[in-house]
């Protein structure tokens, strides 16, 4: 079976250290990702100690993985580099706006995917963390992060030391769309969630947070609207802070 048909987003990591010598190769090798015209618009930054696991775990609402892995990986968006090598070659860069942070973020992603993709056939487990999103402004203050870089993802990373059952996915006709998109009628959500919904555990998740459906708990306890308005406001602000944003 492909490795990414048994993928499992790992919480828990043994002991065992991960060497440099295979970090530093999957992260050499994930640089054959994808790139907006070959200019890598993305910088890693690799943190090992306890105590600068310690500074970033508050970015991330302390999740433990965030301390307990012996790796934590923040992939930024970086157009930084790029404008100094263009600064430092009689060049004028212009990258300070929304489009080059897209177009960075993008890199980024990429070469953060490829990278997991990578770990997984090493039997590395890694959790990404939405959270980067969350909490830029600590991350950035963390890290030291010059104006132009901007994180966008975190990747824990170490040797699995739980199994997790496999999480659901939606059928596959639900995210695809022939020739033109074709928008979701309640018939077709009906089909589309009903074994997502009928699952014993999100059935349970539903009964424990006192809600009619599997949706509320998303939309009222989980990503709510208040705190994605809030979120939404500081991620512009981090961005305007980063020099992204007038």
């Known amino acids: ?14 002991d065992k250290p991960v060497s440099d010598e295979l970090l530093n190769r999957l992260l050499a090798e994930a640089m054959r990702t994808q790139t907006m015209g070959n200019l890598q618009l993305y910088s890693v930054v690799v943190t090992r ?25 923040t992939i930024c968006a970086d157009f930084n580099r790029t404008t100094r090598w263009a ?22 992603l990429l070469y953060t995917q490829t990278f997991c993709n990578l770990a997984d056939e090493e039997g590395l487990g890694y959790c990404f963390l939405g959270t980067t999103v969350y909490n830029p402004k600590q991350i950035i203050d ?17 040797w699995p030391d739980e199994n997790p059952p496999l999480t659901d996915r939606l059928p596959l006709q639900s995210i695809i769309h022939s020739e033109t998109y074709t928008d979701y009628t309640p018939q077709l959500i009906d089909e589309y969630y009903a074994e997502k919904e009928a699952l014993p555990e999100n059935e349970e998740f539903v009964r424990i947070n006192h809600k009619e459906t599997l949706a509320q708990v998303f939309t009222d306890l989980r990503y709510t609207k ?6 939404s406001a500081t991620m512009l602000d981090a961005l305007r802070s980063q020099g992204f944003l007038d």
């Open 1 to 14: 079976m492909k490795t990414i048909n048994t993928r499992k987003t790992i919480r828990k990591y043994s």
């Open 49 to 73: 100690s306890a105590e600068m696991k310690e500074k970033l775990a508050p970015a991330h609402f302390c999740q433990p993985m965030v301390t307990q892995a012996p790796v934590v990986l």
């Open 87 to 108: 600064e430092n070659r009689k060049a004028t860069p212009g990258y300070d706006n929304l489009l080059s942070f897209l177009n960075a973020a993008t890199d980024a």
């Open 142 to 158: 963390t890290l030291k992060l010059p104006r132009l870089v901007m994180p966008v993802a975190t990747i824990t990373l170490g």
């Open 226 to 231: 208040k705190d994605n308005e809030a979120m």
